[in-house]
């Protein structure tokens, strides 16, 4: 049983910053790349960023490039997405999601992910 556990969400006014994290256990953080979708009220859910599970390779929804920056943390087994510059439009529940072997995939995409964290609230004030 693969379990992802977010923190890190909550209220800030536009400009801020928050660091959102995504704890899971040593097995699957070392083996399986990692993922951070966001889901707004009335929208589906959207891809934001991902890592390998090397952590060499990262990808980033165009929108928040060069203000959001994704990273693994081998010493904590975690999975963080720190983001600056938050607007209003960021505004959503945030989820880690994790992918198991094979590595071959569109990270983009959450159908190719296996387990979901239950999410975390990012709320942007203006």
């Known amino acids: 049983q693969v379990q992802l556990v977010e923190s890190g969400g909550g209220l800030v006014q536009a400009g801020g910053s928050l660091r959102l994290s995504c704890a899971t256990s040593?097995?699957?953080?070392?083996?399986?790349?990692m993922g951070w979708f966001r889901q707004a009220p009335g929208k589906e859910r959207d891809f934001v960023a991902a890592?390998?599970?090397?952590?060499?390779?990262?990808y980033y929804k165009d929108s928040v490039k060069g203000r959001f920056t994704i990273s693994r943390d081998s010493a904590k087994n975690t999975v963080n997405l720190q983001m600056n510059g938050l607007q209003p439009d960021d505004t959503a529940v945030y989820y880690c999601?994790?992918?198991?072997?094979?590595?071959?995939?569109?990270?983009?995409?959450?159908?190719?992910?296996?387990?979901w964290g239950q999410g975390t609230q990012v709320t942007v004030s203006s």
């Open positions: 999601a994790a992918r198991a072997p094979p590595y071959d995939i569109n990270y983009y995409r959450s159908e190719e992910y296996h387990y």
């Open positions: 040593r097995r699957t953080f070392s083996t399986y790349a």
């Open positions: 890592v390998s599970w090397s952590g060499s390779s990262t």
